[in-house]
Nanobody, 128 residues
């Protein structure tokens, strides 16, 4: 089992940047594929980005491609989400998630139900 704690959310103006962190504890961090998801008020939770456990391959939702970057630091057992050129539509609660039995396809990594563990979420608000 792994515990996930997100941090780094806050209020930022459109065009600004934030970096979210997700610290993992418990089982070996390298055993998990890691993902970021978000949920805006009144909307379903959606995929943002993911990084594989083996070779560091990354996947992104089309809506954030070119603006967000996911990365992981094995020494710190932490996964990051660098968010640049933020838009009001990026306003949401952002969740970190871990998958213990990842598969190879990008579709798999974007599927919420494939993740076993979730953090409590961190609020990101982008003002116009």
């Amino acid at each position: 089992q792994v515990q996930l704690v997100e941090s780094g959310g806050g209020l930022v103006q459109a065009g600004g940047s934030l970096r979210l962190s997700c610290a993992a504890s418990g089982r070996t961090f390298s055993s998990y594929a890691m993902g970021w998801f978000r949920q805006a008020p009144g909307k379903e939770r959606e995929f943002v980005a993911a990084v594989r456990r083996s070779d560091g391959t990354t996947y992104y939702a089309d809506s954030v491609k070119g603006r967000f970057t996911i990365s992981r630091d094995y020494a710190k057992s932490t996964v990051y989400l660098q968010m640049n050129s933020l838009k009001p539509d990026d306003t949401a609660v952002y969740y970190c998630a871990a998958a213990s039995t990842p598969r190879g396809s990008s579709t798999w990594y974007a599927t919420i139900t494939n993740y076993d563990y979730w953090g409590q979420g961190t609020q990101v608000t982008v003002s116009s």
